[in-house]
């Protein structure tokens, strides 16, 4: 059987099912077990330890809990893909974000087009209802693996004025925004767990009930104007969300 370099300490105080979820927990982040691989059997884990099926089977039930593995049925437990902390205190494009954690990003435009704002857009936005906007819809995909779904609104104005040449697979829109003499500031953004319908399923390539990460922002220039409105889908499995708190005095 392969030496994974595992050992744990029947002496400590730390439970023995925390030892060995620690152990494996650690080997996936470092990526000596990438995503799909398959971990050791139960039975392969309990002779690598010496430990209990009990502690053993305890250890891969939090592991699946935290998202780490999946129990497949015929397969085995395989190792799921890992999740990345993404800041909530900053206004960031999502190359940038892929980008800082060393991975690849692109996107796939489905959909350039002007149309006009619904009650919602218009809200959104600022702006009257059936005035418009730009609609940019594109995948987000990160180290070949489909990630996300953005959905965006965008004012359209004297001084925003879209090519659709200009939007591709590689625009960034905030590059773009910027180059056109937009400074954007700010934004404001709500985020909720959803489970995908059918239709988001199809799009984002998932089986089973899936749960996302929905985001509606909206984003602000220097003066305070609403330049964007997008809906955000994300895979709830890729995505993690941290931010820093300061206890109010």
């Known amino acids: 059987m392969r030496d994974f370099g595992f050992q744990i300490d029947k002496k400590a105080r730390i439970p023995l099912h925390h030892q060995i979820f620690l152990?494996?927990?650690?080997?996936?982040?470092?990526?000596?077990?990438?995503?799909?691989?398959?971990?050791?059997?139960?039975?392969?884990?309990?002779?690598?330890?010496?430990?209990?099926?009990?502690?053993?089977?305890?250890?891969?039930?939090?592991?699946?809990?935290?998202g780490y593995v999946q129990k497949r049925q015929g397969i085995g437990t395989v190792v799921m893909p890992v999740k990345h902390d993404y800041s909530l205190e900053e206004l960031t494009s999502f190359?940038?974000?892929?980008?800082?954690?060393?991975?690849?990003?692109?996107?796939?435009?489905?959909?350039?087009q002007e149309m006009e704002a619904d009650i919602k857009i218009a809200s959104a936005l600022g702006v009257e209802i059936g005035e418009t906007v730009y609609y940019l819809e594109r995948l987000r995909i990160s180290d070949d693996r489909i990630v996300g779904l953005h959905k965006t609104?965008?004012?359209?104005?004297?001084?925003?004025?879209?090519?659709?040449n200009e939007i591709h697979s590689e625009t960034s829109l905030y590059r773009l925004l910027t180059e056109k003499g937009v400074q954007l500031d700010h934004a404001d953004e709500v985020i909720e767990a959803r489970i995908a319908d059918n239709e988001l399923k199809e799009i984002l390539k998932v089986n089973g009930e899936q749960a996302i990460f929905y985001k509606e922002r909206v984003t602000y220039d220097l003066l305070d104007k609403p330049i964007e409105y997008v809906e955000i889908f994300y895979l709830a499995d890729h995505y993690r969300y941290k931010a820093s708190m300061k206890i109010k005095k």
């Open 23 to 66: 152990q494996i927990k650690e080997s996936i982040e470092e990526g000596r077990w990438k995503e799909g691989d398959k971990i050791p059997s139960e039975t392969d884990l309990q002779k690598i330890f010496d430990v209990s099926r009990i502690t053993v089977r305890k250890a891969i039930e939090d592991l699946e809990r935290d």
């Open 95 to 112: 190359s940038s974000d892929i980008e800082k954690i060393g991975g690849t990003s692109k996107s796939v435009v489905r959909a350039f």
């Open 153 to 164: 609104y965008i004012i359209k104005n004297e001084r925003i004025q879209i090519d659709p």
